[in-house]
């Protein structure tokens, strides 16, 4: 099960750090993906983390998100800055259990958290 949490409104430029409290047994062999969905388009991969902690970002959130697991903690985040109207959407955590992949070809998680909303506006 995982819990996603962190969202709200920040102005354009500033910085966000969403949280997903995971559950579970052998959650450091799970890869872990973020993906976004705003209102009228389809779902979007944003960033992931394997299990090694390797972390890839999608071309439009590059230098701008990063990634990060606690597996002690059996968390993960993403710190988001340079926020830009665009990135406006509902933020999806979600995890797959092939975590030793090359992450941004990961389909079909199983397990996704509820969304939460980050809203980019002046």
């Known amino acids: 099960q995982l819990q996603a949490s962190g969202g709200g409104l920040v102005q354009p430029g500033g910085s966000l750090r969403l949280s997903c409290a995971a559950s579970g047994s052998n959650l450091d062999y799970h890869a872990f993906g973020w993906f976004r969905q705003a209102p009228g388009k389809a779902r979007e991969w944003v960033s992931c983390i394997s299990s090694s902690g390797s972390k890839y970002n999608a071309d439009s959130v590059k230098g701008r998100f990063t990634a990060s697991r606690d597996d002690a903690k059996k968390t993960v985040a993403l710190q988001m800055n340079s926020l830009q109207p665009d990135d406006t959407a509902v933020y999806y955590c979600?995890?797959?259990?092939?975590?030793?992949?090359?992450?941004?070809?990961?389909?079909?998680?199983?397990?996704w958290g509820q969304g939460t909303l980050v809203t980019v506006s002046s």
């Open positions: 979600a995890a797959h259990p092939h975590g030793g992949a090359y992450c941004p070809a990961l389909d079909g998680y199983p397990y």
